[in-house]
């Protein structure tokens, strides 16, 4: 899954196999990655910017990550 939208600053990318987000600028750099065993089954997320946080749909539950 990807996610962005007109008011967000990246593009951020589940990386299930990997366990992770990947966070890429609108240009297409590398700006952070964030791993949790969560985002292995993760069925999908949600990022609000402004808040610096992200919601994780996985396993039937909602999870939040801290972005930095």
């Known amino acids: 899954r ?8 990246n ?4 990386d ?3 366990s ?6 609108k240009s297409g750099e590398y700006q952070a990655q964030y ?7 993760a069925k999908d997320f949600e990022v ?3 808040d610096k ?3 994780v749909l996985s396993g ?3 999870y939040s990550i801290k972005l930095q």
């Open 60 to 62: 039937g539950k909602i």
């Open 11 to 14: 593009v951020y990318v589940l």
């Open 53 to 55: 946080i992200v919601y």
């Open 20 to 25: 992770r987000i990947v966070v890429f600028n």
């Open 2 to 9: 990807i996610f962005t939208n007109a008011d967000a600053d």
């Open 35 to 41: 791993q949790a065993g969560i985002l292995k089954g």
């Open 16 to 18: 299930n196999g990997s």
């Open 48 to 50: 609000k910017e402004k």
